[in-house]
């Protein structure tokens, strides 16, 4: 079917037309709202406040979705709303990594209240037409697209019964139709789900950017905890934004000499450093797929091991080396997700031939593999094979599910197949054993079926443990362990159990177990730098709120620590290099430039720190957020089956005598089966002593409820943060 | 301590001239963004295939991080 009959079954639902924006100092100082119920588009003012507390971005999504939902409000009630949000420095070409938008919503995994990042055109572009955010609230009757058009200034919401659901194939259908011409596609930018987003709980957005070079809608994610499926449930099949093009001061910043200044020097150290460091510009975030082997950290078969040998498999299958064999590099340093990203670290394949589902035969321009997609799809499911990453990778997105979930999903009903819960009869014929590349993507085509053993795993891991329990297939106990799921989402890739403090990043995290607030395994585990319980509360202080403050503003956390100043190490002493000082400076001074704000380090941490305690009292006033809530699987702490104990053997005696006080003599006289137990003693009581600790550090009760003293201190005593709080206390 | 240095609070053999370079390899430490400090002092990368770590060292090999 053409473009122009695609068009042609449109009817306009509604046009709303606005008076031209005007960015000042990064702000539209106002924020659009679509109701799909009534159809009635609107303009909301934003407030002093808003700025001032929440600052924008995740920050914004935060305030609006609170004031436009009850405690009581279910994912799927109309008034849910999704809220995208790009920030104040969002938009700028002279710094790397600031286009980043923010997406909140209440989540259909977790019932508490989520936020994903994602690059892409869409936010930004949104902001050069007008608006600071977008809350998309109610539910259409049908399927229907919403087109903000900042060259006419209009919004318009249209039915769109004909253009395809996945990504792959609409983000281009839309592209086309409401591009000018070819060169006009680079200012459009769509935001879209997928098939399987219809049928599960785990579905992501897509955020479109328009590649010249290959001529193709390339996609990034807003992966977790099911924002995906709420789109879908309010018949949403894609949002477009069409702008007039880039201009240089667009957010008409207060001082755009320092934002180029800074970021000449931030592009000169990429070009100078990346290769010797990172290597972001050749294989992104994959490359750390042999280092995480290397480290025991590369979850494999369901996060029981670390590393590639333990199961007979070999790490070189998907080295680094080879997943960058397979990216096309011709344009590797024009890889980036927005505008003057000299870091360019959005990998794709292209020309990719497709083994199976509805698109077999094809040849597709895949994203990624990032290192969460392969060590999920891939080593966390027992397959060692690159080929099958790169068309798991595509169908997920094309598909509209997050990659991290499905592989935590596989991985999880891969162990309870071995273990004997699931077998052929209960999973409709699929032999989901660790390593069956055919079964896994089979299970990635039933979700976007929404058919047999699919539509159960799309339903995530804290419902499948239950479900199986209740089925009497397996033991609640066990299975609890092995979900690797925490507040109803799944964990990313990262091995903690040797790491508290990643313990702590993970379980403690505002969304659920996603490695963005905290990623602590080296400083703790392998550096030893934050021994005492102290001093891990000190890093699960800090770090979040750093990494709170990039999804605030509208940048990239990667090109923060991704790359480091060649002198940063003999400057620095080694906690604060870990910090990379220069790179923080450039923040401060770029958030500045373009706000007029003064800011330090502290004042970043404050700022921060007012909207992570927002988020902590909304999931609290949602029936969540406690201390309960931050509980852990088993697995992210420790050994559950005697293999894994067997394993590392060597390692688990020896803490046996250099933790818990035990002669070696007497550990000699133990079997194996006493040795688990008093290790789960140990873990289980140090964890739920590092909670004290953190909270603590953070201003909580032991409840994990932040005191009105602590809300105060941070300017964050408003009064219905209090209602929730004070009986709390 | 006798035929010993300490990487990361981790006991290890040593050995007569040992470098820096040895100490990453035993460790399996190829992890490319470190700070490398023998008893508190800094070795600056390009001298770490030359530079000789003394027995009974305190070897810190310190990971910035990166990723996640
Ligand atoms: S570092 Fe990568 S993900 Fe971040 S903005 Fe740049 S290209 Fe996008």
């Known amino acids: ?729 | 301590m006798k035929g010993k240095i300490t990487v990361n609070d981790q006991v290890i053999d040593w050995r007569d001239g040992m470098t820096v370079s040895d100490v990453l390899t035993v460790m399996n430490y190829t992890f490319k963004l470190l700070v490398i400090q023998i008893d508190g002092k800094n070795v600056k990368r390009d001298d770490w295939p030359t530079a000789t770590v003394p027995e009974g060292a305190d070897v810190k090999v310190i990971h910035l991080m990166s990723g996640g």
């Not at chain 1, 994959?286 to 082997?293: G, N, Q, S, T, V």
């Not at chain 1, 505002?510 to 102290?534: R, T, Y």
């Open chain 1, 1 to 729: 079917m053409n473009i122009g009959e695609i068009k042609a079954a449109h009817k306009q639902v509604t046009r709303w037309e606005y008076q031209p924006g005007r960015i000042d100092k990064g702000y539209n100082d106002r924020t659009l709202h679509i109701d799909l119920t009534t159809n009635k588009i609107t303009e909301k003012p934003v407030t002093a406040l808003m700025k001032d507390k929440f600052v924008g971005g995740k920050g914004f999504g935060l305030y609006l979705l609170w004031h436009a939902t009850r405690p009581q409000t279910k994912w799927n009630d109309p008034e849910n709303e999704i809220i995208i949000s790009p920030g104040p420095c969002a938009g700028i070409t002279q710094y790397a990594g600031a286009g980043k938008s923010l997406v909140v919503s209440i989540s259909p995994q977790t019932g508490g209240i989520m936020d994903s990042n994602v690059g892409g055109y869409f936010g930004p572009y949104m902001k050069f037409s007008g608006f600071d955010a977008i809350e998309l609230q109610g539910k259409a009757r049908e399927d229907v697209i919403i087109v903000i058009d900042g060259t006419t200034n209009s919004v318009t919401i249209e039915t769109a019964p004909k253009e395809a659901i996945d990504s792959h194939v609409l983000a281009e259908q839309l592209t086309e139709m409401y591009a000018k011409d070819e060169k006009d596609k680079m200012n459009v930018a769509v935001v879209s789900a997928g098939t399987a987003a219809d049928h599960s709980l785990i579905g992501m957005l897509n955020f479109s950017f328009w590649d010249p070079r290959r001529k193709v809608a390339r996609l990034k994610q807003a992966g977790r905890g099911g924002i995906g499926t709420v789109f879908r449930d309010k018949r949403i099949k894609a949002v477009v934004c069409k702008t007039t093009g880039i201009k240089p001061n667009w957010n008409n910043v207060v001082d755009l000499n320092a934002i180029v200044e800074r970021g000449q020097r931030f592009q000169k150290e990429i070009k100078e450093l990346d290769d010797k460091q990172c290597e972001m510009r050749d294989k992104g975030t994959a490359h750390l797929m042999e280092i995480m082997d290397a480290y025991d950290l590369l979850p494999t078969t369901n996060f029981r091991f670390g590393k590639a040998a333990d199961i007979g498999e070999d790490i070189n299958k998907i080295h680094s080396n080879v997943l960058k064999s397979l990216f096309n590099l011709k344009w590797r340093d024009l890889d980036g997700c927005w505008f003057g990203c000299a870091m360019s670290c959005c990998k794709a394949v292209d020309g990719f031939e497709l083994k199976t589902g509805p698109y077999k035969g094809h040849k597709v321009t895949v994203d990624g593999p990032e290192y969460e997609t392969a060590a999920g799809l891939g080593s966390n499911c027992g397959i060692f094979d690159p080929l099958h990453i790169i068309e798991a990778n595509f169908y997920c997105d094309t598909y509209g599910i997050c990659t991290i979930t499905v592989g935590t999903i596989t991985a999880f009903v891969m162990e309870c197949y071995e273990a004997g819960i699931l077998n052929k009869d209960r999973t409709g014929g699929l032999e989901l054993k660790f390593g069956n590349s055919a079964a896994a993507l089979e299970l990635i085509h039933q979700m976007a079926r929404g058919e047999g053993f699919g539509a159960i795993a799309g339903r995530g891991a804290e419902y499948m443990k239950k479900y199986f329990a209740d089925q009497g297939w397996g033991d609640r106990q066990f299975l609890s362990d092995i979900a690797m799921v925490n507040k109803g989402l799944e964990y990313s890739q990262y091995m903690s159990k040797e790491s508290l403090a990643q313990q702590g990043g993970y379980a403690m995290t505002n969304k659920g177990p996603q490695h963005d607030e905290a990623w602590l395994i080296f400083m703790d585990m392998v550096n030893n730098q934050i021994p005492s319980f102290e001093d891990k509360a000190e890093a699960l202080y800090y770090f979040p709120m750093f990494r709170t403050w990039f999804g605030l503003c509208g940048f990239c956390k990667l090109p923060w620590n991704d790359v480091e100043p060649e002198n940063n190490r003999e400057k620095y002493p080694p906690k604060e290099a870990a910090k990379v000082p220069e790179h923080v400076d450039n923040y401060l001074t770029v958030f500045k430039a373009v706000t007029g704000r003064d800011l330090d380090r502290d004042g970043l941490i404050r700022m921060s720190a007012r909207v992570y305690n927002f988020q902590r009292i909304f999931n609290i006033r949602r029936g969540y957020g406690l201390r309960a809530n931050d509980a852990q699987p088993y697995r992210a702490c420790g050994p559950v089956t005697k293999r894994e104990y067997e394993s590392r053997q060597e390692r688990y005696d020896k803490q046996l005598v250099d933790w818990m006080g035990m002669t070696p003599e007497a550990v000699a006289k133990m079997t194996i089966e006493e040795k688990m137990a008093a290790h789960r003693t140990y873990r289980t009581d140090r964890y739920e002593k590092l909670l004290d600790a953190v909270y603590k550090r953070r201003g909580w009760t032991r409840n994990g409820v932040p005191t009105i003293a602590w809300l105060k201190e941070l300017g964050m005593d408003l009064p219905e943060l209090l209602e929730v709080v004070t009986p709390l206390q």
